[in-house]
């Protein structure tokens, strides 16, 4: 065999292991197949700041009794973080003081939520970018990545991350989303108590 052709050999073969490694590295670290992401607005004007808003939310106030279930799938986990990054990767919460996350299983799919209380509403928004492009929240249940879907929304000084996926017809993966992403309404009261 020619020098050429061994070297040539050598060369695909580390390229290859190269490549196989990257990917098997990063499984850990999963991005949803789509995301959509939104800045705060005016109408969270009255929580743009945690001066406006500082009690700290509870795992009780934001995963109530009533949210069990949300369509098929049922509550698995809920956990409290202090230091924000813990729950993310590639990104950082710049001024986050807590994360709430619940984890939901069902049959076909599964889902989290997790909501961070940033300091103002542009590092909600800061947030939010960053989520989009540098890095995602950790993936603390299991589904394939690949057929997820995830939205996050600043809203005000709060950002929620909602995220779904499962082998399951794409209407359903968007009603499952849309479940998930209502659990931010406490940012709605929220609201009420600032004003």
Request: proline residues 3%; aromatic residues 8%.
């Amino acid at each position: 065999m020619s020098r050429r052709v061994v070297i040539s050999v050598v060369i695909v073969n580390v390229v290859v292991i190269a490549a196989v490694g990257w990917l098997w590295l990063r499984r850990d670290d999963p991005r949803p197949a789509a995301f959509h992401g939104e800045p705060t607005s005016a109408f969270y004007t009255a929580i743009d700041t945690r001066q406006n808003d500082s009690a700290p939310l509870t795992i009780q106030e934001v995963f109530t009794p009533a949210i069990q279930t949300l369509g098929t799938m049922r509550l698995d986990t809920t956990r409290e973080f202090t230091d924000c990054d813990e729950v993310l990767w590639g990104a950082t919460a710049t001024g986050c003081t807590q994360a709430l996350q619940a984890t939901y299983k069902g049959d076909a799919m599964a889902g989290q939520f997790v909501i961070f209380n940033m300091n103002d509403g542009r590092a909600a928004d800061a947030l939010v970018a960053a989520l989009g492009k540098d890095g995602f929240v950790r993936q603390d249940i299991l589904f394939d990545a690949a057929r997820s879907r995830a939205q996050a929304r600043a809203m005000g000084h709060y950002v929620t991350v909602s995220w779904a996926g499962g082998s399951v017809p794409a209407q359903e993966l968007v009603a499952a989303l849309v479940a998930l992403d209502g659990l931010g309404r406490v940012v709605q009261g929220r609201i009420v108590a600032a004003t």
